[in-house]
């Protein structure tokens, strides 16, 4: 099973982004899926998280400027961000809960800056 994350870059300020990780490889079923981040010099936090039936929850930090949703016939959770700020920046991984086993992506940059 592999977590391919996509979606990161660099924007401005007030910006949007969004994006993408899909689960591939010999999968029954998947249960929470999320996004986490890492700033340098920071430990990995949550931003936010979603279960299969579609309950979601958010970091403080995030709310109401990123929305997280998934397809499940696609093995995909996306993130929605807007209104990003500078310390958005950091390495943006997600995490699988596949038949009862955690995956992680390799992690994609968003960079927020003028």
């Known amino acids: 099973v592999q977590l391919q994350a996509s979606g990161g870059g660099l924007v401005q300020p007030g910006g949007s982004l969004r994006l993408s990780c899909a689960a591939s490889?010999?999968?029954?079923?998947?249960?929470?899926m999320g996004w986490y981040r890492q700033a340098p010099g920071k430990q990995r936090e949550l931003v936010a998280q979603?279960?299969?039936?579609?309950?979601?929850t958010y970091a403080d930090s995030v709310k109401g400027r990123f929305a997280i949703s998934r397809a499940n016939a696609k093995n995909t959770v996306y993130l929605q961000m807007i209104s990003l700020k500078p310390e958005d920046t950091a390495v943006y991984y997600c995490?699988?809960?596949?038949?009862?086993?955690?995956?992680w992506g390799q992690g994609t940059q968003v960079t927020v800056s003028s």
């Open positions: 995490r699988g809960s596949v038949d009862g086993y955690d995956y």
């Open positions: 490889g010999s999968i029954f079923s998947i249960d929470g």
């Open positions: 979603i279960t299969s039936a579609g309950s979601t």
